[in-house]
């Protein structure tokens, strides 16, 4: 219903009786005639309809709820938006980080067959021996073969091969040894790039101011063709053995691992942590006196492209089938370290290696370690002027064995 500018008076309708009083007390007077008019004055102009939407003054408005998103300020739009981020997060990228967490190679059976054997008589014959100082700034003089066997520094029978430090030289030997003490390293002359490796260890070296490690590198690459340490200890090596990996860039292990050792540092790249590497630390009696008391045990390490693993066998718990030359590492259960390829190369980490045996004294760890290490005066100055205290600084082996997979 809309309005009109305008207004017609209303006509005039049938007669009406009206009363009036013409004078204020006289008598009344009825009469008859149309009803007056009253003119309603001037004409007005009255207000347009309204436009459009535009509500009447009287239209009640409806309350908008809060629910509708027409309502939202671009502060709540903002809320909204990061909650829904934060949801994404939740259901779609934590999923997979934990699955990337949980990632873990199929180390599957491997069929394995003999490949070299280090053992007898001939041990050493396998090996060149290193000569002169230290690339790892070792207080050493590594002789060469003549020379250690003259000091009976390493020497072979059927059943036992022996590598130890000097304790013949004195301060008052000429010459003495204020520049280091005699040592000996040997490095094998074949090199590898995966396989199985047996070590039978019957003891190892230990004493204040000793670095001993039996370990694989390619000595004319590192750290580009990577570092395999199998047993490492320094000085009174009171808290077991070391097993660590040494790489170039882009090698971590802070993934799934199955490992009865417990993890040091999970990055290998050899120029973080002061070149620490990625060590697994085992049990106390797993080096030193503990372990040789025992009379040692087995070292297995298997090298292949879903990773690196080591396990440590106590001589009385050595598996039947290493003892019958047909190892199953399948069979073995929880390795002592695990090294999986989750994020680590292996294949391009690792490449030309050879096994190391050598017994470095001082230097960049035993020497960095040893105010600590509740060893007398300081490292150089002991192991100048203090020859019988190497007495136990030395390895003595079985036999090695390389297995390669078939």
């Not at 041990?123 to 690339?135: C, E, K």
């Not at 003549?146 to 029978?157: D, F, K, R, S, V």
């Not at 030193?288 to 298997?302: F, Q």
């Not at 105010?371 to 007495?391: E, K, L």
Request: proline content about 8%; hydrophobic content about 35%; charged content about 15%.
């Amino acid at each position: 219903m809309g309005w009109e500018n305008s207004y017609t008076p209303p006509k005039a309708g049938p007669a009406s009786f009206q009363v009036r009083d013409t004078y204020n007390d006289g008598p009344v007077e009825m009469v008859s005639g149309p009803p007056p008019y009253y003119s309603a004055g001037p004409e007005r102009e009255l207000p347009p309809p309204p436009r459009g939407n535009m509500p009447m003054a009287y239209e009640y408005k409806q309350p908008v709820s809060r629910w509708n998103p027409k309502s939202w300020r671009k502060r709540t739009w903002a809320i909204i938006a990061a909650i829904l981020v934060v949801v994404i997060i939740v259901v779609v990228v934590t999923p997979v980080e934990v699955a990337k967490a949980n990632r873990y190679p199929d180390y599957y059976r491997l069929n394995y067959t003999l490949s070299d054997q280090y053992n007898g008589t001939t041990f050493f014959d396998n090996f060149n021996y290193f000569t002169g100082y230290d690339p790892a700034q070792g207080f050493v003089h590594y002789v060469p073969k003549e020379q250690a066997q003259q000091l009976n520094l390493t020497y072979a029978t059927a059943d036992t091969a022996v590598l130890k430090v000097d304790t013949s030289v004195g301060p008052s030997s000429v010459p003495d040894a204020s520049t280091g003490r005699f040592s000996v390293r040997v490095e094998s002359k074949t090199q590898y790039n995966n396989g199985l490796f047996i070590f039978d260890v019957k003891h190892t070296p230990y004493g204040c101011g000793t670095w001993p490690a039996l370990w694989l590198v390619d000595p004319a690459n590192w750290p580009d063709h990577g570092e395999i340490d199998v047993m490492e200890a320094v000085n009174q090596a009171t808290d077991g053995n070391q097993m660590t990996l040494h790489t170039t860039n882009d090698c971590e292990m802070n993934d799934k691992r199955i490992m009865s050792g417990t993890s040091i540092n999970t990055n290998c790249y050899n120029a973080t942590n002061d070149n620490a590497g990625c060590g697994v630390k085992s049990a106390a009696d797993t080096y030193g006196t503990e372990y040789n008391d025992a009379n040692g045990g087995i070292m297995a390490m298997e090298w292949r492209d879903e990773g690196i693993r080591v396990w440590q066998f106590s001589r009385n718990g050595i598996p039947t089938d290493i003892t019958a030359m047909n190892p199953d590492p399948s069979t073995w259960g929880e390795a002592s370290a695990d090294f999986p390829n989750t994020k680590c190369d292996i294949g391009s980490h690792f490449k030309n290696q050879s096994i190391i045996v050598n017994i470095d004294l001082c230097g960049q760890y035993a020497g960095g370690v040893y105010a600590q290490s509740g060893c007398p005066s300081n490292c150089t100055d002991y192991v100048a002027n203090n020859p019988t205290a190497f007495t136990n600084a030395f390895w003595e082996f079985g036999a090695f064995q390389v297995y390669k997979a078939s």
